[in-house]
Protein backbone atom coordinates (compact mmCIF):
# COMPACT_ATOMS: atom_id res chain seq x y z
CA UNK A 1 0.00 0.00 0.00
CA UNK A 2 2.54 2.09 0.86
CA UNK A 3 5.06 1.94 -2.76
CA UNK A 4 1.10 2.65 -4.14
CA UNK A 5 0.53 5.78 -2.86
CA UNK A 6 4.31 6.89 -3.68
CA UNK A 7 3.63 6.31 -7.29
CA UNK A 8 0.30 7.93 -6.97
CA UNK A 9 1.59 11.19 -6.08
CA UNK A 10 4.43 11.00 -8.41
CA UNK A 11 1.90 10.99 -11.07
CA UNK A 12 -0.09 13.59 -10.07
CA UNK A 13 2.59 15.61 -9.66
CA UNK A 14 3.27 14.67 -13.44
CA UNK A 15 -0.09 15.51 -14.32
CA UNK A 16 0.41 18.69 -12.56
CA UNK A 17 3.31 19.83 -14.13
CA UNK A 18 2.53 18.94 -17.98
CA UNK A 19 -0.45 21.79 -18.21
CA UNK A 20 1.65 25.14 -16.46
CA UNK A 21 4.12 25.49 -19.78
CA UNK A 22 0.78 24.74 -22.35
CA UNK A 23 0.00 28.32 -21.20
CA UNK A 24 3.63 29.68 -20.58
CA UNK A 25 6.69 29.23 -22.26
CA UNK A 26 5.41 26.32 -24.71
CA UNK A 27 2.44 28.58 -25.98
CA UNK A 28 5.28 31.88 -26.35
CA UNK A 29 6.94 29.79 -28.81
CA UNK A 30 4.07 28.83 -30.93
CA UNK A 31 3.45 32.28 -31.11
CA UNK A 32 6.32 33.53 -31.48
CA UNK A 33 6.88 31.23 -34.80
CA UNK A 34 3.37 32.74 -36.11
CA UNK A 35 4.80 35.84 -36.15
CA UNK A 36 2.20 37.43 -33.04
CA UNK A 37 3.23 40.61 -31.50
CA UNK A 38 5.50 40.45 -28.44
CA UNK A 39 3.01 43.53 -26.86
CA UNK A 40 0.36 40.73 -27.48
CA UNK A 41 2.70 37.95 -25.83
CA UNK A 42 3.22 39.77 -23.36
CA UNK A 43 -0.01 40.12 -22.08
CA UNK A 44 -0.46 36.28 -22.49
CA UNK A 45 1.24 36.50 -18.91
CA UNK A 46 -3.02 37.06 -17.78
CA UNK A 47 -4.02 33.75 -18.38
CA UNK A 48 -2.62 32.33 -15.81
CA UNK A 49 -4.43 34.34 -13.19
CA UNK A 50 -6.73 31.22 -12.40
CA UNK A 51 -3.60 30.05 -10.56
CA UNK A 52 -3.70 32.63 -8.46
CA UNK A 53 -7.74 32.68 -8.13
CA UNK A 54 -8.37 29.09 -7.63
CA UNK A 55 -9.53 29.89 -3.75
CA UNK A 56 -12.99 31.59 -5.13
CA UNK A 57 -13.87 28.09 -6.47
CA UNK A 58 -12.09 26.23 -3.75
CA UNK A 59 -15.24 25.93 -1.68
CA UNK A 60 -17.83 24.26 -4.11
CA UNK A 61 -15.00 21.47 -4.32
CA UNK A 62 -14.99 21.40 -0.58
CA UNK A 63 -18.73 21.60 -0.24
CA UNK A 64 -20.05 19.22 -3.08
CA UNK A 65 -19.35 15.50 -3.73
CA UNK A 66 -19.86 13.96 -7.02
CA UNK A 67 -21.87 10.74 -7.38
CA UNK A 68 -18.95 8.74 -8.47
CA UNK A 69 -15.30 7.49 -6.54
CA UNK A 70 -14.68 9.63 -3.51
CA UNK A 71 -15.16 13.41 -2.15
CA UNK A 72 -11.67 13.62 -4.38
CA UNK A 73 -11.23 11.27 -6.50
CA UNK A 74 -14.43 12.53 -8.46
CA UNK A 75 -13.57 16.09 -8.54
CA UNK A 76 -10.05 14.91 -9.51
CA UNK A 77 -11.09 12.49 -12.43
CA UNK A 78 -13.35 15.29 -13.78
CA UNK A 79 -11.28 17.82 -14.02
CA UNK A 80 -8.63 15.88 -15.32
CA UNK A 81 -11.37 14.95 -18.57
CA UNK A 82 -11.70 18.36 -18.85
CA UNK A 83 -8.45 19.34 -18.86
CA UNK A 84 -7.45 17.01 -21.52
CA UNK A 85 -10.24 18.34 -23.54
CA UNK A 86 -9.05 22.04 -23.47
CA UNK A 87 -5.11 20.96 -24.28
CA UNK A 88 -6.26 19.69 -27.22
CA UNK A 89 -8.78 22.20 -28.10
CA UNK A 90 -6.35 24.49 -27.65
CA UNK A 91 -3.85 22.65 -29.76
CA UNK A 92 -6.70 23.04 -32.28
CA UNK A 93 -6.47 27.00 -32.54
CA UNK A 94 -4.89 29.43 -34.86
CA UNK A 95 -3.53 32.42 -32.66
CA UNK A 96 -2.49 34.50 -35.68
CA UNK A 97 -6.22 33.66 -37.19
CA UNK A 98 -8.20 34.03 -34.12
CA UNK A 99 -6.03 35.64 -31.06
CA UNK A 100 -9.04 36.32 -28.82
CA UNK A 101 -10.09 32.44 -29.41
CA UNK A 102 -6.41 31.30 -28.42
CA UNK A 103 -7.05 33.62 -25.34
CA UNK A 104 -9.88 32.25 -24.44
CA UNK A 105 -8.60 28.23 -24.62
CA UNK A 106 -5.46 29.30 -22.65
CA UNK A 107 -7.51 30.88 -19.22
CA UNK A 108 -10.21 27.63 -19.63
CA UNK A 109 -7.22 25.54 -19.65
CA UNK A 110 -5.45 27.22 -17.04
CA UNK A 111 -8.63 27.02 -15.14
CA UNK A 112 -9.13 23.23 -15.66
CA UNK A 113 -5.06 22.80 -14.30
CA UNK A 114 -5.80 25.01 -11.71
CA UNK A 115 -8.58 22.85 -10.13
CA UNK A 116 -7.07 19.86 -10.39
CA UNK A 117 -4.12 21.32 -8.96
CA UNK A 118 -6.47 22.21 -5.86
CA UNK A 119 -8.07 19.00 -6.28
CA UNK A 120 -4.57 17.19 -6.00
CA UNK A 121 -3.54 19.25 -2.78
CA UNK A 122 -6.39 18.59 -0.56
CA UNK A 123 -5.97 14.62 -1.60
CA UNK A 124 -2.44 14.59 -0.48
CA UNK A 125 -2.96 16.40 2.82
CA UNK A 126 -5.83 13.72 3.87
CA UNK A 127 -4.37 10.68 2.12
CA UNK A 128 -0.90 11.58 3.52
CA UNK A 129 0.24 11.19 7.56
CA UNK A 130 2.01 14.03 9.10
CA UNK A 131 5.63 11.60 9.02
CA UNK A 132 4.58 11.08 5.41
CA UNK A 133 3.73 14.20 3.91
CA UNK A 134 7.81 15.54 3.10
CA UNK A 135 8.18 12.65 1.03
CA UNK A 136 5.01 13.00 -0.78
CA UNK A 137 5.50 16.43 -1.11
CA UNK A 138 8.71 15.57 -2.84
CA UNK A 139 7.55 12.99 -5.32
CA UNK A 140 5.13 15.39 -6.07
CA UNK A 141 7.01 17.85 -6.65
CA UNK A 142 10.01 15.45 -8.57
CA UNK A 143 7.04 14.39 -10.98
CA UNK A 144 6.17 18.06 -11.23
CA UNK A 145 8.95 19.10 -12.46
CA UNK A 146 9.45 16.02 -14.82
CA UNK A 147 5.57 16.82 -16.44
CA UNK A 148 7.15 20.31 -16.95
CA UNK A 149 10.04 19.15 -18.97
CA UNK A 150 7.87 17.18 -21.29
CA UNK A 151 5.83 20.12 -21.86
CA UNK A 152 8.95 22.19 -22.96
CA UNK A 153 11.94 20.55 -23.73
CA UNK A 154 10.96 16.96 -25.33
CA UNK A 155 7.98 18.44 -27.12
CA UNK A 156 10.20 20.70 -28.83
CA UNK A 157 12.61 18.18 -29.31
CA UNK A 158 9.88 15.17 -30.55
CA UNK A 159 8.24 18.31 -33.01
CA UNK A 160 11.11 18.77 -34.25
CA UNK A 161 12.27 15.43 -34.76
CA UNK A 162 9.18 13.40 -36.10
CA UNK A 163 7.83 17.11 -37.77
CA UNK A 164 4.92 17.57 -35.86
CA UNK A 165 2.22 20.07 -36.31
CA UNK A 166 1.33 22.17 -32.74
CA UNK A 167 -2.08 20.31 -32.95
CA UNK A 168 -0.05 17.06 -32.97
CA UNK A 169 1.90 18.40 -30.16
CA UNK A 170 -1.18 19.77 -27.94
CA UNK A 171 -2.73 16.33 -28.48
CA UNK A 172 -0.07 13.84 -27.42
CA UNK A 173 0.43 16.50 -24.32
CA UNK A 174 -3.58 16.01 -23.60
CA UNK A 175 -3.13 12.08 -24.10
CA UNK A 176 -0.23 12.41 -21.22
CA UNK A 177 -2.80 13.90 -19.33
CA UNK A 178 -4.18 9.87 -19.06
CA UNK A 179 -1.48 9.50 -16.43
CA UNK A 180 -2.88 11.51 -13.82
CA UNK A 181 -6.77 9.64 -15.01
CA UNK A 182 -4.46 6.36 -14.02
CA UNK A 183 -3.09 7.99 -10.71
CA UNK A 184 -6.79 9.19 -9.78
CA UNK A 185 -8.12 5.36 -10.31
CA UNK A 186 -5.13 4.03 -8.21
CA UNK A 187 -5.31 6.58 -5.42
CA UNK A 188 -6.48 4.51 -2.14
CA UNK A 189 -9.74 6.13 -0.62
CA UNK A 190 -9.46 9.17 1.96
CA UNK A 191 -13.08 9.47 2.83
CA UNK A 192 -12.73 7.98 6.09
CA UNK A 193 -9.10 9.94 6.56
CA UNK A 194 -11.27 13.48 6.14
CA UNK A 195 -13.62 15.14 8.24
CA UNK A 196 -17.28 15.69 7.74
CA UNK A 197 -17.77 18.52 4.39
CA UNK A 198 -19.63 21.87 5.19
CA UNK A 199 -22.93 21.50 5.11
CA UNK A 200 -23.48 24.11 3.15
CA UNK A 201 -21.73 26.30 0.58
CA UNK A 202 -21.74 29.34 3.17
CA UNK A 203 -20.32 27.15 5.19
CA UNK A 204 -17.37 25.60 2.69
CA UNK A 205 -16.91 29.93 1.80
CA UNK A 206 -16.81 31.60 5.05
CA UNK A 207 -16.05 28.63 7.47
CA UNK A 208 -12.10 28.46 6.36
CA UNK A 209 -11.30 31.76 7.35
CA UNK A 210 -13.45 31.37 10.58
CA UNK A 211 -11.28 28.55 11.39
CA UNK A 212 -7.96 30.35 10.08
CA UNK A 213 -8.77 33.01 12.60
CA UNK A 214 -9.53 30.96 15.48
CA UNK A 215 -6.52 29.38 15.44
CA UNK A 216 -3.70 30.79 17.81
CA UNK A 217 -0.86 33.19 16.70
CA UNK A 218 -2.16 32.57 12.61
CA UNK A 219 -1.14 36.12 12.00
CA UNK A 220 2.35 35.09 13.13
CA UNK A 221 1.72 31.89 10.15
CA UNK A 222 0.54 34.45 7.76
CA UNK A 223 3.87 36.61 7.66
CA UNK A 224 6.04 33.27 8.09
CA UNK A 225 4.62 31.61 4.59
CA UNK A 226 5.50 35.83 2.93
CA UNK A 227 8.56 36.18 4.63
CA UNK A 228 10.47 32.53 4.95
CA UNK A 229 11.35 32.54 0.69
CA UNK A 230 11.25 36.46 0.70
CA UNK A 231 15.02 36.19 0.05
CA UNK A 232 15.38 32.99 -1.90
CA UNK A 233 12.62 34.67 -4.59
CA UNK A 234 14.39 37.94 -4.38
CA UNK A 235 18.00 36.53 -5.20
CA UNK A 236 16.20 33.68 -7.88
CA UNK A 237 14.02 36.59 -9.61
CA UNK A 238 17.37 38.34 -10.42
CA UNK A 239 19.92 35.57 -11.15
CA UNK A 240 19.62 35.43 -14.78
CA UNK A 241 20.18 38.54 -15.62
CA UNK A 242 22.87 38.78 -12.76
CA UNK A 243 24.32 35.75 -14.51
CA UNK A 244 24.35 37.54 -18.41
CA UNK A 245 25.71 40.65 -17.33
CA UNK A 246 28.84 39.25 -15.53
CA UNK A 247 29.86 37.73 -18.96
CA UNK A 248 28.37 34.20 -19.57
CA UNK A 249 26.23 33.21 -22.66
CA UNK A 250 22.64 31.82 -22.24
CA UNK A 251 23.37 28.59 -22.94
CA UNK A 252 25.73 28.12 -20.55
CA UNK A 253 23.81 29.72 -17.89
CA UNK A 254 20.70 27.52 -19.88
CA UNK A 255 23.08 24.11 -19.91
CA UNK A 256 23.70 25.07 -16.02
CA UNK A 257 20.16 25.78 -14.71
CA UNK A 258 18.65 22.42 -16.68
CA UNK A 259 21.50 19.89 -15.69
CA UNK A 260 22.66 21.24 -12.74
CA UNK A 261 19.77 23.10 -11.68
CA UNK A 262 17.28 20.90 -11.67
CA UNK A 263 19.16 17.85 -10.65
CA UNK A 264 20.56 19.89 -7.28
CA UNK A 265 16.90 20.92 -6.79
CA UNK A 266 15.25 17.18 -7.15
CA UNK A 267 18.30 15.86 -4.88
CA UNK A 268 17.41 18.88 -2.17
CA UNK A 269 13.77 17.64 -2.02
CA UNK A 270 14.62 14.54 -1.50
CA UNK A 271 17.18 15.25 1.25
CA UNK A 272 14.86 17.61 2.84
CA UNK A 273 12.22 14.86 3.12
CA UNK A 274 14.86 12.56 4.93
CA UNK A 275 15.54 15.13 7.30
CA UNK A 276 11.53 16.50 8.48
CA UNK A 277 11.17 12.52 8.78
CA UNK A 278 14.71 12.61 10.90
CA UNK A 279 14.70 15.41 12.98
CA UNK A 280 10.89 16.88 12.81
CA UNK A 281 9.48 19.66 10.97
CA UNK A 282 10.28 22.47 13.28
CA UNK A 283 14.07 21.97 13.45
CA UNK A 284 13.74 21.20 9.07
CA UNK A 285 12.14 24.48 8.81
CA UNK A 286 15.12 26.37 11.11
CA UNK A 287 18.17 24.13 9.05
CA UNK A 288 16.85 24.77 5.75
CA UNK A 289 15.78 28.65 6.70
CA UNK A 290 19.69 29.45 7.51
CA UNK A 291 20.83 27.34 4.85
CA UNK A 292 18.92 29.45 2.26
CA UNK A 293 20.11 32.26 3.21
CA UNK A 294 24.08 31.49 3.30
CA UNK A 295 23.66 29.89 -0.12
CA UNK A 296 22.74 33.57 -1.34
CA UNK A 297 26.02 34.48 -0.67
CA UNK A 298 27.68 32.20 -2.52
CA UNK A 299 26.23 34.36 -5.48
CA UNK A 300 28.48 37.61 -4.12
CA UNK A 301 31.58 35.45 -4.48
CA UNK A 302 30.85 34.88 -7.76
CA UNK A 303 29.88 38.60 -8.54
CA UNK A 304 33.50 39.65 -6.76
CA UNK A 305 35.57 36.80 -9.55
CA UNK A 306 36.37 36.61 -13.18
CA UNK A 307 34.24 34.53 -15.33
CA UNK A 308 33.99 30.96 -14.31
CA UNK A 309 32.11 28.71 -15.30
CA UNK A 310 33.28 25.84 -12.01
CA UNK A 311 32.27 28.49 -9.95
CA UNK A 312 28.96 29.35 -12.03
CA UNK A 313 27.93 25.57 -11.35
CA UNK A 314 28.69 25.67 -7.91
CA UNK A 315 26.41 28.65 -7.30
CA UNK A 316 23.83 27.72 -9.20
CA UNK A 317 23.99 24.29 -7.63
CA UNK A 318 23.97 25.61 -3.86
CA UNK A 319 21.06 27.92 -4.66
CA UNK A 320 18.74 25.05 -6.10
CA UNK A 321 20.04 22.38 -3.69
CA UNK A 322 18.95 24.57 -0.63
CA UNK A 323 15.39 25.63 -2.48
CA UNK A 324 14.76 22.19 -3.36
CA UNK A 325 15.51 20.89 0.63
CA UNK A 326 13.44 24.01 2.01
CA UNK A 327 10.08 23.56 -0.27
CA UNK A 328 8.66 20.06 1.43
CA UNK A 329 9.15 21.85 4.52
CA UNK A 330 7.36 24.58 3.59
CA UNK A 331 4.23 22.68 1.98
CA UNK A 332 4.13 20.57 4.87
CA UNK A 333 4.03 23.64 7.26
CA UNK A 334 1.50 25.05 4.96
CA UNK A 335 -0.30 21.71 5.58
CA UNK A 336 -0.38 21.39 8.85
CA UNK A 337 -2.34 24.63 9.01
CA UNK A 338 -5.48 23.54 7.09
CA UNK A 339 -8.58 21.48 8.69
CA UNK A 340 -9.33 18.48 6.38
CA UNK A 341 -12.77 20.08 6.88
CA UNK A 342 -11.46 22.60 4.15
CA UNK A 343 -8.39 21.34 2.87
CA UNK A 344 -9.11 22.75 -0.53
CA UNK A 345 -10.05 26.18 0.34
CA UNK A 346 -7.35 26.34 2.56
CA UNK A 347 -4.70 25.04 0.99
CA UNK A 348 -5.53 27.38 -2.35
CA UNK A 349 -5.40 30.49 0.46
CA UNK A 350 -2.36 29.75 1.63
CA UNK A 351 0.19 28.99 -1.66
CA UNK A 352 -1.83 32.14 -3.00
CA UNK A 353 -0.07 33.79 0.06
CA UNK A 354 2.92 31.56 -0.34
CA UNK A 355 3.93 32.23 -3.48
CA UNK A 356 3.09 36.08 -2.92
CA UNK A 357 6.84 37.08 -2.59
CA UNK A 358 7.58 35.27 -6.38
CA UNK A 359 4.67 37.43 -7.90
CA UNK A 360 4.52 40.90 -6.15
CA UNK A 361 7.28 41.54 -4.09
CA UNK A 362 9.83 40.61 -6.21
CA UNK A 363 8.40 42.77 -8.86
CA UNK A 364 11.11 45.44 -7.56
CA UNK A 365 13.85 43.19 -7.55
CA UNK A 366 15.24 45.11 -10.52
CA UNK A 367 15.79 48.86 -9.30
CA UNK A 368 16.50 46.99 -6.15
CA UNK A 369 19.70 46.23 -7.80
CA UNK A 370 20.23 48.60 -9.99
CA UNK A 371 20.62 50.90 -7.21
CA UNK A 372 22.53 48.69 -4.76
CA UNK A 373 24.92 46.95 -7.63
CA UNK A 374 25.08 42.91 -7.48
CA UNK A 375 27.32 42.14 -4.38
CA UNK A 376 24.94 44.27 -2.41
CA UNK A 377 21.66 43.20 -3.44
CA UNK A 378 22.48 39.26 -3.12
CA UNK A 379 24.00 40.77 0.75
CA UNK A 380 20.49 42.15 0.98
CA UNK A 381 18.26 39.06 -0.18
CA UNK A 382 20.37 37.38 2.59
CA UNK A 383 19.75 40.01 4.70
CA UNK A 384 16.08 39.94 4.68
CA UNK A 385 15.90 36.21 5.36
CA UNK A 386 15.96 37.18 8.45
CA UNK A 387 12.64 37.95 10.11
CA UNK A 388 11.33 35.06 8.62
CA UNK A 389 13.90 33.24 10.90
CA UNK A 390 12.79 35.25 14.13
CA UNK A 391 9.13 34.29 13.65
CA UNK A 392 10.17 30.17 13.67
CA UNK A 393 10.92 31.16 17.65
CA UNK A 394 7.20 31.73 17.79
CA UNK A 395 5.62 29.12 15.29
CA UNK A 396 7.54 26.48 14.67
CA UNK A 397 10.09 26.10 17.92
CA UNK A 398 13.33 24.05 17.98
CA UNK A 399 12.21 21.99 21.09
CA UNK A 400 8.68 20.69 19.26
CA UNK A 401 8.89 18.10 16.09
CA UNK A 402 5.94 19.10 14.55
CA UNK A 403 4.43 23.47 13.78
CA UNK A 404 1.50 21.44 14.68
CA UNK A 405 1.87 21.14 17.90
CA UNK A 406 1.99 24.93 18.55
Same mark, same amino acid.
Given at each position: ?????????? *? &???? %???? #??????????? !? =?? $??????????????????????????????????????????????? *? &???? %???? #??????????? !? =?? $???????????????????????????????????????????????????????????????????????????????????????????????????????????????????????????????????????????????????????????????????????????????????????????????????????????????????????????????????????????????????????????????????????????????????????????????????????????????
Amino acid at each position: MKARIWIVHF *L &LGLS %SGIP #LLLTGSTLQVW !M =TE $FHVDLKTIGAFALVGLPYNLKFLWAPLIDRYSLPFLSRRRGWMLLSQ *L &LLAA %SILA #LGGSDPLASIG !M =TA $FLAILLAFMSATQDLVIDAYRRESLTEKQMGFGLTLYSTGYRIGMILASAVSFHIMTSFHLSWFEIYALMAGAIGIGMIATFLAPETSEMGERPPGTLKEATFGPFKDFFSQKGIFYSFAFLILYKLGDNLSSSMTAPFVIQHGYTKVEYGDLVKFVGIGSTIVGGFFGSWVIMRAGLNRALWIFGFLQAAAILSLVWLANIPKNNVALAIAISAEMLTAGMAVPAFNTFIAFLTNKKFTATQYALLTSLGVLPRTLLSAPSGWIALQLGWSSYFIFCATIAIPGLLLLTRIAPWNQRHASEH
